[in-house]
Structures are given as structure tokens and as C-alpha cells.
């Protein structure tokens, strides 16, 4: 058993070979622990990117 304090991080991965494709813009994502409770994410399609690496915060940043 492993105490969980505030600030905690819990990660996790999924098995290679049990997903046969990668989440798509506009899906959800949902994780549950019993008696802890609960966290939903949806997907975005990922920003474009100037040369240097810099996301811009908005169009002709």
C-alpha cells in the first residue's frame, strides 16, 4: 500500500498491443479511482509551432 499525500502525481500507461489507434481530436478521455475520484480530458489537435519551437498564443504571433 502507498500513501498519497496532496500534490501527489499518479501515472499511468497502457500494455503494448491494447489499442489499436491513437486518440483523435474532439475524444475524451476519462479516469476513475474508486473512493478518490475522478478526471476527464478531451483531446485537441496539437498547436502549430513557429521554427524555433514556440507555440504563439495567437494567429501571425
Given at each position: 500500500?502507498?500513501?498519497l499525500c496532496p500534490g501527489d502525481l499518479l501515472t499511468t500507461g497502457t500494455p503494448g498491443g491494447a489499442l489499436d489507434?491513437?486518440?483523435?481530436?474532439?475524444?475524451?478521455?476519462?479516469?476513475a479511482i474508486k473512493g478518490l475520484g475522478e478526471?476527464?480530458?478531451?483531446?485537441?489537435?496539437?498547436?502549430?509551432q513557429d521554427p524555433v519551437?514556440?507555440?504563439?498564443?495567437?494567429?501571425?504571433?
Open positions: 500500500m502507498t500513501v489507434h491513437s486518440l483523435a481530436p474532439g475524444q475524451h478521455v476519462r479516469a478526471i476527464e480530458a478531451s483531446c485537441a489537435a496539437a498547436a502549430a519551437g514556440r507555440t504563439p498564443l495567437s494567429p501571425g504571433a
